[in-house]
């Protein structure tokens, strides 16, 4: 702080401090602070620049301060803007108020940027017919969207290009009425196009009767979108449409509206394809014409009102600083809305709610690069949760991220869907398309060694049993073919495979390999009975010497999780996410465990007192206790047969040589069991003398 206020001194200006979210900010609380951000150090704002798009706030606003037009608004454009309103302005506490309106009073009249805004400002009152000393920024709008009017009047009564619509006054009807059965009619005459070709396809082109079929048991009137989609009428070498008769029903209507828009059409029995060619010609040359027409006005009516906004300019500029100008530095120069926890005044880059597994997330932000974002979200150290929505009304689309801050992850899991509520209240449906795994909280740290053991044991025990079920399936289908070759096998073939099989001989039992497994499994017993001997007396020795040993095991499984957990918490940081999404953030965004909880909001149920009556039966508290205490009963007795037995092995030192002679004697019995001594070869008898 000291080399903050140090720095700061030598401009000249005494700036105020407050710690907002764990880290020392700047405020930006009166009106002479903002006439003085030209002398605060750059270092200190906790934003350096920001996009124009994709943030809850006038774009005209943002697109006013974008002085260079290159989609973001840096430092100096913020600075550029202060220092134009200490030109205009008389009092710039004025800003603090958020009003869109301004008196004339409030305006420099002896400075050039206060006379135009002036002149501007009566020029507008002025063809309002309004006669007061004040302007607001639906005076303006009202005042421009006149004069766009007048504009495309005054283009409508220019206009000298001769054009004799098709139809007349008619036009737009036909217009309509051809576009609606437009690809319904070009299918139908490729249909008849294909049955020309080969009449051997008309059944498969005609209308498909399995399909009327699976709906004819139904209310066939509310199966008019599956009746639509067969052919608009049945295909014919001829090629002539029918106007009257033999149309599909769900297009009878639209077909009769085509008959009374053209008079080409009307009397005739059947149209063919040059009939409809002709039709479509004079119908696209008419909306060819309108929007060439349109877009030329357009164009010229845009040019007129952009040279009249800029005349204008100063007044509209002045009354949109009025109104978010303060709200902007406090989501730039200080992060205050964001800390402020108000949800009328919520952070710009706040896009809005997702509500999904019984809790809502209140900090989501839009998403403008996925690949960007996820690449560096993981510095953020949240628990991130990104999804793709789509609006229920109007089919828009776009991705956010929303970060879990409290309550447990148990329930998530990609392709889970949710629902978002954006800032104006409209709903969009939300599925998770990637989740960024960080600790929420230390308590849910605690739990996630055996949540994520549990799942391995799981996944592996799943895993074992789809593959020994394939393999048995395997081993089946096997015997099975094995079976079946076998019948047809010769049977002298069989049986000297059997012979052959009982003639294979048996593997001889070799008792020294197993007395080495005898061995090895006694020693295992034995460093088992003596761990299992220290463990009993380290628990008999004091009463609370197993609150100890259950308090380090979950030390052990636990700590190190909750040691992560607690440190990533303490350097959650909010900084990442948005600087992926354009943002050039210049300080720390922290999201600490406090601050956290309030950012999502849990399902909270009152107390039910009636008895679920599809509830699981529960095992009654008696019984419960007697089994822990049968339980508590063995463990113990254990333990005190362990140490009273000396069931652990412990090898005595050799006191006499009795004893040593005696295990020499055991070692040769032992010795001459698994190694067999051969007996000596009889001598051969001596030849007898001759």
Known sequence: ?????????????????????????????????????????????????????????????????DSDKDGKIRVGEIVAAAKWLREVLSDMDYLLEGNDNIEFGAVLANTDEGKSVLAAAEMILKALGKDKKS??????????????????NEYTAAES?????????????????????????????????????????????????EGIAAISAGNLSEEVDKISAQPLARPTKEACLPLQKGINPAWQGAMAALVAAVPELQGKECMTEEDWNAVTAKVDAYTAWKSAGETAMNETIAAQVAEH?????????????????????????????????????????????????????????????????????????MYLIYCHCTAKNGGAQMDIVAALTDGEIGGLHEGKNAIFYDRSGQDWDATITKIVDNPISVRQAFWSPYRKFGNWVSDKITKSAQEKEGKQFENMTSKADSASTNLTAKPEGAAADAAAADKKPATPFDIAKFAGIFAAISLAFGAIGAALGMLGSFIVAKWYNIILLVAAVVILISGPSMLLAWLKLRKRNLGPVLNANGWAINSDVKVNTTFGKTLTSMAKYPKVVAKDPFADKKMPVWQKCLIWIAVLAVVF??????????????????ETEEVADSIVADSIVVDSVAQPVEAPAEAPAEAPAE
């Open 1 to 65: 702080m000291a080399k903050i206020n140090n720095l700061i001194s030598k401009s000249g200006y005494d700036w105020k401090y407050s710690v907002v979210g764990g880290v020392t900010r700047v405020n930006i609380e009166t009106g002479n602070d903002i006439a003085h951000l030209d002398e605060l150090d750059q270092k200190l704002w906790t934003v350096l620049s920001c996009p124009v798009k994709g943030l809850e706030f006038d774009e005209k606003t943002l697109a006013m301060l």
């Open 309 to 381: 906004a800029a005349a204008i300019g100063p007044v509209e500029r002045l009354l949109r600083y009025c109104r978010d100008y303060f709200r902007l530095l406090h989501n730039y120069v200080v992060f205050k809305d964001f800390y402020r926890r108000d949800d009328s005044k919520l952070a710009v880059f706040q896009a809005g709610k997702l509500y999904i597994d019984q809790r809502c997330c209140d900090l989501c932000v839009k998403v403008s690069d996925m690949g960007k974002s996820t690449a560096t979200a993981g510095k953020s150290g």
């Open 637 to 654: 007795i254990l333990g005190f047969r362990l140490i009273e037995h000396r069931w652990v092995w412990q090898p005595k030192p050799v």
């Open 135 to 152: 302007i607001s920024l639906a005076d303006v709008d009202e005042y421009m969207a006149i004069y766009e009017e007048k504009c495309k």
């Open 161 to 209: 290009e001769p054009y004799e619509a098709p139809y007349g006054d008619g036009s737009d009807a036909a217009e309509a009425a051809v576009n609606a059965v437009r690809a319904k009619v070009a299918d139908w005459f490729m249909r008849c196009k294909l049955v020309q070709f080969d009449e051997e396809a008309t059944a498969a082109l005609d209308v498909q009767v």
